[in-house]
């Protein structure tokens, strides 16, 4: 929680699956809720730790739990094996949800906090609930990590024989969870030990686990191309774990009623050989492929980039104060110490504004305008970046300018097409042109072929 802002929406997703967990008792409710307390006391800690960060206060997370320990003795008092209390495990994963819900919406309205707002905004327009014209979220939406997958990440996948076995494992430890579920809504107890020869992994409470969190995250992962870097392992994981198990094998020899060959001596050979195979197989093709990647010593060199740093570092004032695009400013930041107006981070609503606002270089706005947004927050320099005023993206309307000018109003749509309409030029365009009222407020004092860097005028000189 405390290297990751985002993290308690996911332990929220993990919870979940703990929810669903105990709610068909599938495991011990006294281990399930001290996991729910190791919740409770991360959240307050983090709380503290994070100088009281008031997002904490109102996540998803914190009202989940609560609801859940408040109804730990009305859930403990439905596990009696009635027809009453089987029907009630329905209602009572409902009403849970509803009061999650309800509790959140109520910690929103009276805890003052900043939350990422943004974010729940950009999951309404992602899931087509809304439509909008602001900067910010139609530049989210642009980015390829915020795409859904594409069909080159499920074929690497396939290639690597990973998509394949994950498939084949996780139909059969969802089958076999599911019939426990459904003996566990019947009243059938659960076993306390589970041999071999039974062939019913899914009564192992950490299989009917992992796969709820394995179905939710692949959910995510299926709306959101970035949160592959969390499902992809969970996919490596569950799938290693199947063919290594002869539980899998042996629960689906008992599907088959495969009596030619003894199940468990088969299921015990297989657990063994197909993971030796699968080694042996991955390890002749990709093997040679890495080792060559590795030989390959390659060196990434941007003389532009360079010759701008290096003459930050030996022209410009120490208390200089630059403005530009927030990938930049990262690099500026990090490459020079000197200060930035900007930089490259998206959870925070009030940067998220200021990132918009310095983007303005690249729209049709007057000279004055955008003299004003850079003198208000105290910059000294701005730098033009030629990639992005002469941006020819793949897409069009995911360009920057593009974006810009929808959000500033300045489209004009005709006939299906779509036009740039301002009585202003783009700004990054006309600074170059060194005419007024440009040279009046910005000053050239460096330039190559990437970048342009103009001083910002304290004292205005209004030239014809």
């Not at 990422?116 to 530049?139: A, D, P, Q, S």
Request: net charge neutral; aromatic share 14%; hydrophobic share 45%.
């Amino acid at each position: 929680m405390m290297m990751w802002e985002y993290s308690h929406y996911l332990l929220f997703v993990q919870a979940v699956s703990l929810f669903l967990l105990d709610s068909f008792a599938l495991a011990q409710t006294e281990k399930v809720h001290e996991v729910y307390k190791i919740y409770l006391f991360s959240l307050f800690l983090g709380y503290l730790l994070q100088f009281e960060n008031s997002a904490l206060l109102v996540s998803p997370l914190l009202s989940l739990v609560a609801v859940l320990m408040l109804s730990k003795c009305l859930q403990m008092n439905m596990k009696k094996g009635t027809f009453m209390s089987r029907l009630l495990k329905i209602m009572y994963i409902y009403l849970v949800l509803t009061i999650t819900v309800t509790l959140n919406f109520l910690l929103k309205m009276f805890v003052p906090h900043k939350e990422n707002e943004h974010l729940l905004k950009f999951i309404e327009v992602k899931l087509g609930l809304n439509t909008t014209k602001n900067f910010t979220m139609n530049w989210l939406l642009c980015q390829e990590s915020l795409q859904t997958p594409s069909q080159d990440f499920f074929l690497r996948l396939t290639q690597s024989s990973l998509l394949p076995f994950y498939i084949f494992v996780f139909i059969i430890c969802l089958f076999s969870v599911t019939q426990v579920i459904f003996r566990r809504i019947c009243g059938e107890p659960l076993k306390e030990t589970v041999n071999l020869e039974d062939g019913r992994i899914g009564e192992r409470p950490e299989i009917v686990y992992h796969v709820i969190h394995t179905i939710l995250l692949g959910c995510l992962a299926m709306c959101l191309e970035g949160m592959k870097y969390l499902w992809t392992p969970y996919v490596c994981t569950l799938a290693a774990f199947g063919v290594c198990s002869p539980e899998l094998w042996m629960t689906l020899f008992k599907w088959l009623r495969l009596k030619a060959v003894h199940p468990i001596l088969l299921a015990l050979t297989l657990s063994m050989a197909v993971p030796t195979i699968i080694g042996f197989s991955l390890w002749k093709e990709f093997f040679p492929r890495i080792m060559t990647e590795l030989s390959e010593l390659q060196e990434f060199y941007d003389p532009d980039t360079v010759e701008l740093m290096t003459w930050i570092k030996r022209q410009a004032p120490v208390a200089a104060v630059f403005a530009g695009s927030p990938q930049l400013m990262g690099v500026i930041k990090l490459c020079t110490g000197w200060m930035v107006s900007s930089l490259p981070l998206y959870n925070d609503d009030d940067l998220l504004k200021r990132n918009e606002n310095i983007y303005q270089i690249y729209s049709k706005r007057s000279a004055e305008d955008i003299y004003k947004i850079l003198t208000s927050y105290k910059a000294n320099f701005l730098i033009i970046e030629d990639s992005i005023c002469n941006e020819v993206g793949p897409v069009r309307g995911c360009r920057v300018k593009d974006l810009l000018d929808i959000a500033n109003g300045h489209v004009v749509c005709e006939e299906g097409d779509s036009y740039a309409s301002s009585k202003y030029g783009r700004f990054c365009h006309e600074i170059k042109m060194n005419y007024s009222p440009y040279v009046n407020y910005f000053t050239r004092v460096y330039w190559n072929r990437s970048y342009f860097v103009y001083r910002i005028n304290t004292v205005i000189s209004f030239q014809s």
